[in-house]
């Protein structure tokens, strides 16, 4: 099968930055639940170091807001929920994979 930008393989790990009265971020917590990834959450009005970071990483302030680490370095900030929701979609197998290797490395740090 042809490989697409979506099938990259090379996801390190994922963050959303959000809060919990944003509609947009409220649709795309739900998008997360419906695929059955629990991926890290950042609230920014609970943490100002989380709204710093999405300022200073994505360049403004708007969520939600998905920071995507890949293995080889790179940093991206996918704003929009609707690209967010979409990129998901796409990536969802993918994101597993990396959530179950984080919950097993956690799992390997506390035994
Ligand atoms: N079209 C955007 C709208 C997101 C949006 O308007 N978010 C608001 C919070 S509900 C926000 O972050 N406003 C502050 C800003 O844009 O800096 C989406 O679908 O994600």
């Not at 979506?6 to 971020?25: D, G, Q, R, W």
């Not at 649709?27 to 629990?38: F, V």
């Not at 969520?63 to 998901?88: A, D, T």
Request: glycine share 6%; net charge positive; with cysteine.
């Amino acid at each position: 099968m042809k490989s697409t930008s979506f099938e990259t393989n090379n996801i390190k790990s994922v963050a959303l930055y959000h809060f919990a009265a944003c509609p947009y971020c409220a649709r795309t917590r739900k998008a997360t639940n419906n695929l059955g990834l629990q991926i890290e959450k950042r609230d920014i009005r609970l943490d100002s170091q989380h709204r710093q970071d999405l300022l200073n990483g994505g360049g403004k302030g708007q969520v939600p807001c998905l920071k995507i680490e890949s293995k080889s370095g790179q940093v991206e900030w996918l704003y929009e929920s609707e690209n967010i929701i979409r990129y998901l979609h796409h990536n969802v197998n993918e994101i597993k994979a990396v959530l179950t290797g984080i919950a097993n490395e956690q799992d390997h740090q506390a035994a």
